[in-house]
């Protein structure tokens, strides 16, 4: 599969981000920049089935890892450093459990390798409100999606998927084969082995995706990494707190 991608900045020092579910490569934007101007390489990828890239049937971390490595390889980024925000975190963890590719580093960004009990029907049920054939502009789209989701930050977000074609309306995102796999999201697929990977983990101190009784499980899969706790920050803990989020960034990349 031929992911959607931007480049950002030229040196060999190679980062490559993968944004999390409902996202898509532009919430990482200001980040890449910020990246770039202090030396990295900056690949930012839309996920299957995601933002411009293409829509496809299945989603799961098995075939995402896959298109991640396809990725790599087609464009020679061996020895990359990884970022993966939630699903973008998940995706990542599986691939260099799944792949002997080389890798630099591993950041993961608010999420464990672990099962996790469904939470995304909220947001499903926002984007279902949407009367997306007969839609006749972005307010009315926000409105449908007020009446499910009270949090103004996270319907922006979600909208973020909307576009405009040339009759109307239309998600950006495969909507359709993303619910008819939303169990897959949960998932975490069992790990054969330990990673020796550097490898830093940052959640947010408001948060419930890493909670501290998965330091342990942290260690075990990850013997060689660091969880890092960013006060006053939720899920969305790199936007949230960009500046504590980049410090921190900085300090695991430059080590």
């Keep these: 599969m031929e992911l959607n991608f931007k480049k950002i900045g030229e040196s060999n020092r190679k980062i490559i981000i993968l944004h999390g579910l409902f996202g898509s490569l ?41 298109d991640l490595y396809h990725f790599i390889v087609k464009h020679s980024l061996q020895n990359s450093i990884l970022i993966g925000h939630s699903l973008g975190g998940k995706t990542v963890m599986q691939f260099v459990m799944q792949f002997n590719i ?15 009990t469904p939470y995304h029907q909220k947001n499903i049920n926002a984007f279902l409100a949407v009367d997306i054939e007969n839609l006749k502009s972005r ?16 319907i922006q977000f979600l909208l973020k998927n909307l576009e405009r ?76 707190r960009y500046e504590e989020f980049m410090k921190t960034l900085f300090l695991f990349l430059n080590r």
């Design 102 to 116: 080389s890798i630099s580093k591993v950041i993961v960004v608010d999420i464990a390798p672990k099962q996790y």
């Design 165 to 240: 074609v040339s009759d109307g309306f239309n998600w950006k995102l495969n909507l359709h084969e993303i619910i008819r796999n939303i169990e897959n999201v949960d998932k975490i697929y069992p790990f054969q082995k330990a990673c020796m990977l550097p490898t830093l983990f940052i959640r947010g101190s408001k948060s419930d995706y890493i909670l501290n009784e998965d330091r342990n499980l942290l260690k075990m899969q990850f013997p060689n990494s660091t969880l890092v706790t960013i006060e006053k920050a939720g899920h969305w803990v790199h936007s949230e």
């Design 139 to 154: 307010n009315e789209a926000h409105q449908a999606m007020s009446n499910i989701e009270n949090d103004v930050n996270v």
């Design 26 to 66: 532009d919430n990482w934007m200001t980040h890449a920049r910020e990246l770039s101007n202090n030396g990295f390489e900056v690949y930012l990828i839309d996920q299957r089935n995601h933002g411009k890239s293409p829509h496809d049937k299945g989603f799961s971390y098995e075939l995402l890892a896959e």
